[in-house]
């Protein structure tokens, strides 16, 4: 699939140490150490609906990481799918009678305007489910091979027992992942499946659904054996960063990483799980099912500066659970515009200190509110008078831009 077009990053007049993250499979802040290139999956929108704010703070989030790694001197590769055929998207696009095809393509190149108006850097690999068919066939197969997969009617499981690792990437015991599994897309009261826990990863093909033909007979792929076989063609196995919305643990990390250490026996799926935090509105996680959603698209319409938006997701930490308000981003637009004053002058306080603190704050998990405290300590020095720095505000806005996104 076409991915959308990066904006430029401007180099630094230092490198960031070393990026270090918190691991949800370890529960602990730990070093990345990429070898030939760092290697990030992130999981993408389900385009049923458009662009919300919990969606956008996900991938802003996502977007501090590759950003660090950049101004850590690595490579980054980085890949996010689009899960264009699943139930969701099928049932709202027979809701409002349209396509299926046609709506995923009309909100996927929707996401796309909102991510490169948001200054998200694009994947170098964006890839929907639908063209990754082949892909999880193959899985399938290297699946069935390790005595890990079983039919139920014309459905294929798989048994997440045969993964000896399983639930390590969650933590969770079987109690809690039980009490979840059926409200996240799975069906623990089926009957004939083995362990309730199993999931589908090949649903055969029913009447008014899309199908592909395969060796198991028409149908189409279960969820997390997409972002399984999408990871593991364009990355690889044991590749550093799995990363999502915290609504993922479970069982979609958890399964996804299954899947492919019983395919590839001691390989890992990650070397670490990273989870961002849920974005709530009026009292409840922002969802598309339950409609309480403020779009990135349609604060465009209304001529809100897109750097506006990303301020006031920077501010919150990305692991946090928040709850957006609209006085959050009128304070995030009055706060823009005053920096916006103080740059225009050139000379301000002494700027190199602060690069070095804003690129600390982000190696030590992304902690951009760290990073903004230092640019606004810097901001009220030169604002104050100091004036020591001749090129002051050229490095602050090129540290703004490089490391957080922010044009200002
Ligand atoms: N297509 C799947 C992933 S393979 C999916 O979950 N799609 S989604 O459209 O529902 O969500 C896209 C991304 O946004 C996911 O990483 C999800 O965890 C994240 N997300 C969804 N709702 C919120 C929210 N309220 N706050 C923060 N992140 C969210
Ligand atoms: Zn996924």
Known sequence: MRSWSAAEVPSLPVAAPQVCVFDTSTGQVVPTEPTGGARLYVCGITPYDATH????????GFDLLHRAWLNAGHDVHYVQNVTDVDDP??????????????????ETDLFREDMEALRVLPPRDYIGAVESIPLVIELIEALQQAGAIYQVEDDLYFSVTADVDFG???GWDREQMLAIFGERGGDPDRPGKRDPLDCVVWR??????????????????????????????????SFDVQGGGSDLVFPHHEMSAGEVQVAHPGQKFARAYLHAGMVAYDGEKM?????NLVFVSALRRADVDPMAIRFTLLRQHYRSDWEWTDDLLWDATNTLDAWRLVVA????????PVVQEVLAALADDLDA?????????????????????????????????AALGLVI
């Open 369 to 401: 509110p760290r990073a903004l405290r230092a640019v606004q300590g810097w901001m009220e020095a030169s604002r104050g008078g100091d004036t020591t720095d001749p090129d002051a505000s050229a490095t602050i806005r090129n540290l703004l831009d």
């Open 168 to 170: 390590t990437v969650s």
């Open 89 to 106: 998207l099928l049932e709202r696009a027979t809701k409002v009678n349209v396509d299926w095809q046609d709506l995923a393509a009309r």
């Open 53 to 60: 704010m919990g969606h956008a703070a996900t991938y802003v």
């Open 204 to 237: 055969g093909e029913r009447p008014d659904e899309p199908s592909w033909p395969s060796p198991f007979g028409p149908g189409r792929p279960g969820w997390h054996i997409e972002c399984a076989a999408i990871a593991l063609e364009h990355l690889g196995t």
């Open 287 to 291: 969802s598309k099912s339950k409609g």
């Open 345 to 352: 002058n050139p000379a301000g306080a002494p700027a190199l």
